[in-house]
């Protein structure tokens, strides 16, 4: 399996600032990529949040499985972590953060209120990795293109603050990795997911990768996506020769990267359905902490 590194200087510069700017706010909204909620939460956040309340915000959610999907939000609620799946295209989503960050700070807007202090807004921060869909989120929150959004890494640059409503404030960050993935795995679930540029990881290693999966798990979306036959799944075929297959199938000849390309693309689209790659008894072989 391909190991998978990607941390520029100006990351180690927005952890930094994420830091700096913790105790101006009085939550963080970590965005996850539902399809591999486990490997896009980023360890670092929660070390820099502290005692600071966290709501785990899983996006991309029209992408993942369904039950999957439900698998994890008991997962993440039985571990005490407060949690939103959201659809960020929906005209609610503003109405249910807010109202999930309130529940989450009843007892800290209570004592402020008994001080006779002057009501304000929530001020949150949003943390993610790239290309979580973060700009999309505080897009819909703040009712207008004020983030730029991109199917891809490193679209959000500066950390702003926005204005959702009387009631919540938000300062966006940019999308931040960590130094060092302690799994090669997760690296290669951060790629897939397009969370690491295109450029920076072997494409043929993270498409077998993706292949071997979906053999094992979901090999009736590989049949219908690209034509494919019990003989061409046959467990005697290797994950090469079955993404040879795939490759004369799409009419690519023989040009493997350009199929490696196809199938990742394809999976982070969407275009071979719902798919969501982990599962909490993951956990039990690789260890909740990075």
Sequence with gaps: MATIQWFPGHMAKALRQIREQMPLVDIVFELVDARVPYSSQNPEVALAAGEKPRLLIMTKTDLADPDRLAEWQRFFADQGQPVLALDSRRHNVSKLVTAKSKEILHDQLVQEAAKGLKKRPI?????????????????????KNVAQTGNRPGVTTGQQWLRSSAELELLDTPGVLWHKFASPKRGVMLALSGAIKDSLYPKDDVALFALAYLRAHQPDLLKKRYRLTDQDLDPAVSDPDLLLTITNKLGFRDDYDRASE?????????????????VPGDLNAEGINE
């Design 123 to 143: 001020r949150a921060m949003c943390v993610g990795v790239p290309n979580v869909g973060k700009s999309t989120l505080l897009n819909h929150l703040v009712k």
């Design 262 to 278: 196809r199938l990742i693309f394809d999976l982070r689209k969407g275009k071979l359905g719902p798919i969501t790659m982990e």
